[in-house]
């Protein structure tokens, strides 16, 4: 195994409100290789950093997020003083200091994704993920070198196979779900391992202790470099 990879969870939501600018700049300030990010489509078409289908949790509004505009959108707070951020506008804070692994949260919206960091002529490495599998389909029909990430929650009866039908490279597993053996076999089929969301250092300590690859936190700065 290499050198464990950090990911900035929402950017690194320990120590700035989730999936805003201000997120992922602490997480490149923390030294991430990677922040992490969700995206979603308002009304208008456009693609915005959010985690979840309504405003309500994270935002001074309430709704769904795909029943809104953007200039609608960009009158709210997201935490802190913080606007709800376009993806353009998060690909330019990372672009040339960190990696991305965007999270893929609705269908149809993987070409709309692909284009938006190819047109932002993003220099670094980018990880499409997502517990939609088929939409990871697409991305691969749009860039047929896109790294891919299957996303699993609960996991499924066969796990590795259920990840080679989508010819992924990456796999992203629950902490609390990953084992050694589990993590052997995902390596066995030649797929990188990241686990999601270790916290505590008991759980950041026990994830690597099964030779994972990368770990995604809201505390990047716990995770040693190994």
């Known amino acids: 195994m290499g050198q464990l990879l950090r990911i900035g969870h929402r950017g690194a939501a320990g120590h700035a409100p989730e999936n805003t600018l201000a997120a992922i700049r602490k997480g490149i300030a923390l030294g991430v290789d990677f922040v992490e990010i969700d995206v979603r489509r308002t009304a208008d078409g456009v693609l915005v950093v959010l985690h979840d289908a309504t405003l309500n949790r994270t935002t001074n509004g309430k709704g769904r997020v795909d029943r809104f505009s953007l200039p609608v959108l960009k009158k709210l707070e997201a935490g802190n003083g913080e606007a709800i951020p376009t993806l353009e506008e998060a690909l330019t804070v990372a672009d040339?200091?960190?990696?991305?692994?965007?999270?893929?949260?609705?269908?149809?919206m993987a070409r709309e994704a692909v284009e938006a960091v190819h047109a932002a002529g993003f220099k670094n490495p980018v990880i499409y993920a997502s517990f939609l599998h088929e939409e990871l389909i697409h991305v691969r029909a749009v860039n047929p070198k896109a790294s891919l990430m299957v996303l699993f929650g609960r996991l499924p009866c066969s796990p590795v196979s259920r990840a080679m039908e989508y010819r992924a490279s990456h796999v992203g597993l629950r902490h609390d779900t990953a084992t050694r053996r589990l993590v052997e076999r995902f390596h066995g089929a030649e797929m990188v391992v990241f686990v999601y969301t270790a916290n505590t250092l008991g759980d950041i300590q026990r994830a690597a202790s099964f030779n994972v690859d990368g770990m995604i936190s809201n505390f990047p700065e716990r995770i040693s470099r190994l």
Do not use: Q
């Open 96 to 108: 040339g200091r960190t990696g991305l692994v965007l999270e893929l949260k609705v269908k149809g």
